[in-house]
C-alpha cells in the first residue's frame, strides 16, 4: 500500500460522536486525500491536502473537517457522526499531479 | 449525464479468456487516464496510467485511450483466477489535483 497506514482500520460508533480517522505516510508526498466508498457511488473526494495546512473541499466535504499538521499525516474528522457516513474511508497520496495510491481503508460503522 | 460511466457488471468469464473493459467521459478537458483494480476489501491498486490518447501496454494489460470518441478501455489477456477483482477507472483535468472515478466493473474469472 505505498507506504500509506490508516487508524483505526475499523470502527463502530454511536450516532452523534465524533470519530477521527488517521491517515499516515512514509513517502514524504505532498498531495493526500480522503475518500468515502459507498455501492452504488464509488469513490467520491472528500477533502485534499497540498501542503501542511493547507486543504481543499471535494465533492461530499459536507459533516466532515480535516487537518494537516505534518506532512506524514493526515487526519479526517467527522464532527457528529450520522448513519449515512457509514462508509469505508481510503486515504490517497500523490507526489505531484500524477497518479494517486491508496491506503488499505477504514470501515466505519455509525449506529 | 454523470462525468464517467462504467458498466458495473458483473463480468464473469472462463480462465484465459480476453477481457475488455470501458469506460466513457463527458470532460473533453480529461487529459489524464487511470485504471485500478481493487480486490474485496482492499484499496484500490494502480495498474495503468496513460496520459491522452494511444495504447500502453503492461504485461498481459493493455490501456487504450480514444480522446476523439470519449472512451477508455483496459484490456486483460490471457485472463486468471487472480484477475477477479473490481477495475476502476479514473481521469483528471491537466492541472487538476483531483481524480473522477467511475463506479467499477466487478470481473470474476472462473477456473
Known amino acids: 500500500d505505498a507506504g500509506i497506514t490508516q487508524s483505526p482500520r475499523h470502527k463502530v460508533t454511536e450516532t452523534g460522536t465524533p470519530v477521527t480517522l488517521r491517515c499516515h505516510q512514509t513517502?514524504?508526498?505532498?498531495?493526500m486525500y480522503w475518500y468515502r466508498q459507498d455501492p452504488g457511488h464509488g469513490l467520491r473526494l472528500i477533502h485534499y491536502?497540498?501542503?501542511?495546512?493547507?486543504?481543499d473541499k471535494g465533492e461530499v466535504s459536507d459533516g466532515y473537517s480535516v487537518s494537516r499538521s505534518k506532512t506524514e499525516d493526515f487526519l479526517l474528522t467527522l464532527e457528529s457522526a450520522t448513519s449515512s457516513q457509514t462508509s469505508v474511508y481510503f486515504c490517497?497520496?500523490?507526489?505531484?499531479?500524477?497518479?494517486?495510491?491508496f491506503g488499505p481503508g477504514t470501515r466505519l460503522t455509525v449506529t | 449525464q454523470k462525468e464517467v460511466e462504467q458498466d458495473p457488471g458483473p463480468l464473469s468469464v472462463p480462465e484465459g479468456a480476453i477481457v475488455s473493459l470501458n469506460c466513457t467521459y463527458s470532460?473533453?478537458?480529461?487529459?489524464?487516464f487511470m485504471w485500478y483494480r481493487q480486490y474485496s476489501r482492499k484499496g484500490p491498486e494502480l495498474l495503468m496510467y496513460?496520459?491522452?490518447?494511444g495504447n500502453k501496454e503492461d504485461g498481459r494489460f493493455t490501456a487504450q485511450v480514444d480522446k476523439s470518441s470519449k472512451y477508455i478501455s483496459l484490456f486483460i489477456r490471457d485472463s486468471q483466477p487472480s484477475d477477479s477483482a473490481t477495475y476502476l477507472c479514473?481521469?483528471?483535468?491537466?492541472?487538476?489535483?483531483?481524480?473522477?472515478f467511475g463506479k467499477g466493473t466487478k470481473l470474476t474469472v472462473n477456473p
Open positions: 513517502e514524504n508526498h505532498r498531495y
Open positions: 490517497a497520496i500523490s507526489q505531484g499531479l500524477y497518479e494517486q495510491y
Open positions: 496513460t496520459y491522452s490518447s
Open positions: 491536502s497540498y501542503g501542511v495546512k493547507d486543504t
Open positions: 479514473a481521469m483528471r483535468e491537466g492541472g487538476s489535483e483531483k481524480l473522477v
Open positions: 470532460n473533453s478537458a480529461f487529459q489524464y
